[in-house]
């Protein structure tokens, strides 16, 4: 202790830069790593933080997400292709929408050239760390070869002065080579194949739409066509059930056949004539008892079905929500994939600290009275964060649906420490002439342990049955057999593609959700119950066809396999990088001596499309012809206009809503006659509305 | 290649022929179709191919490709 002391201030005043993934993640590590929190200063827009130490001056900073981005190396046209030329260069150079980051890459270069000590404190994972590395090595001079790593699960002060205390010496070269890796790949297969089927599609039908596709959306898009599929060629089987209902101590119960589904007519028929109005024997009365144990704690893709399941929240919006929910210090890092809860997270404190909410309190108390708190576990690990916890901070100020996400998250924590349930089931064995076999059944929760900490999300059905003894007679009233028909099987939702995507290992879970989001926004799926558009249709037919290998779901673990080995330490970024390369390189050499075969095949659905996309049902009021949606290539807002704005001069116009995914529905406004437009957002209920009223109720309002 | 008796297009849809004169969906369609038929006939004890198409036509479960082979049978039949 004092000879490292003694060694800081022989060596004077050091200046270490600290980088951050976000603003708030920012403003909390200075809090924590300051006795008072000085003002924000600014630098070219940046807003950081320096305060002064112990050892020296700190200056916390952070960037916004991926500030680096690969791209074709040189500036070559965006039609090109095949391009296997790369380099990692600003993103503002390179996408729209980012300019504010030159000003932000300056203000990091120039805090860069008086530090002499660095700190990556980017979210502790693939993404962070590829952001942090990039951030040092290019923004910082090539500081990645110095610089520390502080790694913490939460954003709590304690948390996060722990983690600067203990920041390793060195990045994590395993988890960053991964990242870049994992870049890169997407970048090659992103690039090359949507260039492929846009190029060839706008060569063969004139039109220009962007069909893209990539290393993960190509496969879970084939989840969902292949579904419809199943659905468009099934055939509905016939089958059976018996319903019956016995009076029982003047109550009427159902009773259940042994057979769950008959599958002939027949004999179902023999079984209701045969058992109908006949007098049925109690043979045997069963009671077990089971025991049932908490489910597991939340790792990010539980966490994000149960949200889907309880409180109708899409997987990215669920996503979002805890991110701010960890921005706040109130929960997690939520990116996890383990079902863990290691002591070290402090479990008394964390109950301790939530039991100072009235809404939780005598819950907790429950829990702190148990002699030992031991969570329950699930199988599944992650060696950078445990699974979704709270932090013991109570929220001041949330929105109705984070409270909602919030409370999801501390009830399951609780339920993890909770005792098992117990559950008695009840089966009674009736026979009607010795042949006919019918069961009763009843369960009841004869100690509910852990459910009612994890109540509303939990809830189970409880059904007695009246007392019986065996060799007790009972009559059967009515029993009939009631005809069937096997159902299709569901479309799938955005939480029972993203568990398959998770099921069949594509996809990480830090851009599951966003490859979903994808699918809708690049027009291959509508509805929540999602139907594969045309289009998508028939991108996934020609991905097929000319190269299948691009779809197939164990091609694409396979590569993630690989990327997962350069993060344990046991594959190379450059040995993986070339093997993906050398895969892709006969694929794309096919399609383009293809290009041809490829764009008439794609040709129709494009065409389609673009007039779908565009063409409205109700001709212009003004003028009579044809209206369409289109965008202003000034301000990019979208609003109808006639077809005629250019050949008969024609001014009519109507605006659109802006934010959302906008459809045009097959339904005609009831006032006005117009066609109505749904508006999708995720989490909330498809926006109808009218434009032309819309525009109506405006100019009254004005008037008034 | 198709050859000249044979057409070159989906008898019910129009796409690109797989099998039989039948574009792949509408092939699977009328392979589970007539799949399916065995199993309705052991259901119901007896029941002809015609009966069988009209219900399969009127079921709500019925896939969109199954009906429209359906359909089709029953028109060539008429
Ligand atoms: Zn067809």
Known sequence: MHARSFKRRSEGMTRTLIICEKPDAARRLAEALADRLPPARKRHGLRYFELSAADGIIVVCPVLGH???????????????????????????????????????????????????????????????????????????????????????????????????????????????????????????????????????????????????????????????????????HVPIPYWTITAQADIDERTVPLEYSKKRLEKKIEAEDVAANTRNRTGRVERIEERHVSIKPPPPFDLSELQSESYRHLHLGPSQTLRILERLYLQALISYPRTGSQKLPASIGYEAILKGLQKSAGYRDLVSELLSQPVLRPVEGGKADPAHPAVYPTG??????????????????????????PAAERAIQRATVTVSGRYVFYLRGSATVCPGWMRFYQPYGVVSETSIPHLREGQEILFKEVSAVQHFSAPPPRYNPGSLLRMME???????????????????????????????????????????????????SFTRDLEVKMDRIEAGEATHDGV???????????????????????????????????????????????GLALRVVRSAKTRKRFIECSGSSTHQCRFTLPLPQLGRLEPLEKFCERCGFQLFATWRWGKRPLVSCPKCYVEGLRRTKSN | MASKEQPSSCSVCGEMIEKNSLCRLHHLAKERLTQGYELWRVAYGSLSYTDYLHSLIALPETGEAVAAVARQILQKKE
């Open chain 1, 67 to 233: 500030l680096y981005t690969v791209d074709a190396r040189g500036s070559r046209s965006r039609r090109e292709y095949p391009v296997w030329d790369f380099e990692w260069k600003p993103k503002y150079q390179v996408e729209r929408g980012f300019e504010r980051q030159e000003g932000l890459l300056r203000a990091i270069h120039e805090l860069a050239q008086k530090a002499d000590r660095f700190i990556d404190a980017c979210d502790y994972d693939i993404e962070g760390s590829v952001i942090g590395y990039m951030t040092l090595k290019y923004a910082c001079g090539g500081a990645d070869i110095k610089a520390g790593r502080m790694r913490f699960s939460t954003l709590t002060k304690s948390d996060l002065k722990e983690a600067y205390i203990n920041a390793s010496a060195q990045l994590d070269h395993n988890l960053v080579q991964a990242g870049i890796c994992r870049h890169e790949i997407d970048w090659l297969y992103g690039v090359n194949l949507s260039r492929a089927l846009t190029e060839s599609a706008r060569k063969s039908s004139g039109e220009y739409l962007n069909i893209s596709t990539g290393r993960v959306q190509g496969p879970t898009l084939k989840f969902v066509t292949e579904r419809e599929v199943q659905i468009s060629t």
């Open chain 1, 393 to 418: 901070r109570l929220p001041r100020r949330l929105s109705t649906i984070e409270s909602r996400v919030y409370d999801l998250v501390v009830r399951r924590f609780m339920a993890a420490f909770a």
């Open chain 1, 503 to 553: 099921h069949n290992g594509i996809g990480t879970k830090a851009t599951r959700s966003g490859i979903i989001d994808l699918l809708y926004k690049r027009g291959y799926v509508a509805g929540e119950a999602m139907r594969p558009t045309l289009l998508a249709t028939k991108v996934i037919e020609v991905l097929e066809k000319y190269c299948p290998k691009i779809v197939d779901v």
């Open chain 1, 577 to 623: 990088l070339s093997e993906a390369v050398k895969q892709l390189r006969p694929v794309m050499e096919r399609l383009k001596s293809d290009e041809e075969m490829l764009g008439r095949d794609l040709r129709i659905a494009v065409r389609q499309l673009v007039m779908e996309k565009s063409m409205i049902k109700v001709p212009c009021p003004s003028c």
